[in-house]
Nanobody, 123 residues
Framework: QVQLVESGGGLVQAGGSLRLSCVAS????????MGWFRQAPGKEREFVAA????????TSGDSVKGRFTISRDNVNNLVYLQMSSLKAEDTAVYYC????????????????WGQGTQVTVSS
């Protein structure tokens, strides 16, 4: 059984920073890509960032480029999302996801999802 658990969300002022963590457990051997997505109320789930399982490839969405960084801790099966220069429009539930396919960024390409962690940015 695969489990993804996010942590690190919370309330932060605009311009501030947060680091989200996601720990993966269970049958992780089939994972090739780890991703972060977010969903604001009334909006579709949006791609934020993705990284290959070994950390050799990474990409991020246009709305967060230059502000958010995804990284991996291969030893402990952790994925991080460092968020800086936060804006009110970054407010959303942030989800960690795992895909068996490589180098993917669409929600439909991901097989496993965490429960999400709320990030609220006050302006």
């Amino acid at each position: 059984q695969v489990q993804l658990v996010e942590s690190g969300g919370g309330l932060v002022q605009a311009g501030g920073s947060l680091r989200l963590s996601c720990v993966a457990s269970g049958r992780t051997s089939g994972f090739n890509t780890m991703g972060w997505f977010r969903q604001a109320p009334g909006k579709e789930r949006e791609f934020v960032a993705a990284i290959s399982w070994r950390g050799t490839w990474r990409t991020s969405g246009d709305s967060v480029k230059g502000r958010f960084t995804i990284s991996r801790d291969n030893v402990n099966n952790l994925v991080y999302l460092q968020m800086s220069s936060l804006k009110a429009e970054d407010t959303a539930v942030y989800y960690c996801a795992a895909a068996s396919r490589s180098l993917v960024v669409k929600t439909t390409d991901y097989n496993y999802w965490g429960q999400g962690t709320q990030v609220t940015v006050s302006s």
